[in-house]
T-cell receptor, first 110, second 114 residues
């Protein structure tokens, strides 16, 4: 069963705009991670946020975590055409269960 | 290039057959993970090995098995294949033992069962 559920399923924006994707989950987690996948290729780890952290930045990426709402968001600022990909959140609980959400397909139009 | 190598890149086989997928982790990584990605099931964690021993188990079918060898490469064996086993199979590796620590993915093996 899916633990993380990304929202929206698909997102289309113009280059230069910000893109926000959300992830909700059901159980207590140790950490939450975001990955990017270009079409048909392997996943690339973007960022990991631990359960005791609220916000993390990496370049143009900003991730927030709200454990009380069991949700996380990934913000990509000043998007580029190269950001076009699917983005997945994955949760790790204290039982070492590692579960991916269904992903958000982001299209950045030039 | 993530440094993780998977072979073969593509595999087409018939139902009922058995196949072996191979993964070479990044140099120095002790953990190997296997994932299955299909249209209907999404991305599923199958199993993790750390330094030759099974560390964590996900949604891996009994028809599937894996092992990690002393040189740390890993193989995923899929037997009695069904049409529904058609998917992309990814291998990832990481330095540590904790499931979900930063992992580096290979390009995947696309398995088609006909």
């Amino acid at each position: 069963s899916q633990q993380g559920e990304e929202d929206p399923q698909a997102l289309s924006i113009q280059e230069g705009e910000n893109a926000t994707m959300n992830c909700s989950y059901k159980t207590s987690i140790n950490n939450l991670q975001w990955y990017r996948q270009n079409s048909g290729r392997g996943l690339v780890h973007l960022i990991l946020i631990r359960s005791n952290e609220r916000e993390k930045h990496s370049g143009r990426l900003r991730v927030t975590l709200d454990t009380s709402k069991k949700s996380s968001s990934l913000l990509i600022t000043a998007s580029r055409a190269a950001d076009t990909a699917s983005y997945f959140c994955a949760t790790v609980d204290y039982g070492q269960n590692f579960v991916f959400g269904p992903g958000t397909r982001l299209s950045v139009l030039p | 290039d993530s440094g993780v190598t998977q072979t073969p890149k593509h595999l087409i086989t018939a139902t009922g057959q058995r196949v072996t997928l191979r993964c070479s982790p990044r140099s120095g990584d002790l953990s190997v993970y296997w994932y299955q990605q299909s249209l209907d099931q999404g991305l599923q964690f199958l199993i993790q090995y750390y330094n030759g021993e099974e560390r964590a188990k996900g949604n891996i079918l009994e028809r599937f098995s894996a092992q990690q060898f002393p040189d740390l490469h890993s193989e995923l064996n899929l037997s009695s294949l069904e049409l529904g086993d058609s998917a992309l199979y990814f291998c990832a590796s990481s330095v540590g033992a904790m499931v979900g620590t930063e992992a580096f993915f290979g390009q995947g093996t696309r398995l088609t069962v006909v």
